[in-house]
């Protein structure tokens, strides 16, 4: 997979702000859908030159509402994954 088309965003809620901040320092990233644990860790070593203790990944599924004549996408499918750095250095993904 190419590398440059892995990891899409990051994810910001409350609770991965909150995990951030924490004594492990997890950062919260939405991938593509058919990216890898080892396409991840390439990514992240070659464009923020950071090694990875941990990848955590987690497929969310698409949420739907049925209404009448059909259904109704409410949020799609993606896929995100929990990355623990070894480095002290921050994951800053304005960089690129």
Not at 57 to 66: A, D, E, L, Q, Y
Not at 88 to 94: H, N, V
């Amino acid at each position: 997979m190419d590398l440059s088309r892995v990891i899409l965003g990051p994810i910001v809620t409350e609770k991965a702000e909150s995990q951030k901040t924490g004594d492990t320092r997890v950062y919260t990233l939405k991938v593509a859908t058919k990216a890898t644990k080892i396409d991840v860790k390439k990514a992240i070593k070659r464009f923020y030159d950071l090694d990875v203790a941990s990848i955590r990944s987690m497929r969310v599924p698409k949420k739907t509402r049925k209404i009448r004549g059909g259904t109704m996408e409410k949020r799609q499918h993606i896929k995100k994954v929990f990355i623990t750095l070894n480095s002290k250095k921050d994951l800053d993904l304005t960089s690129l």
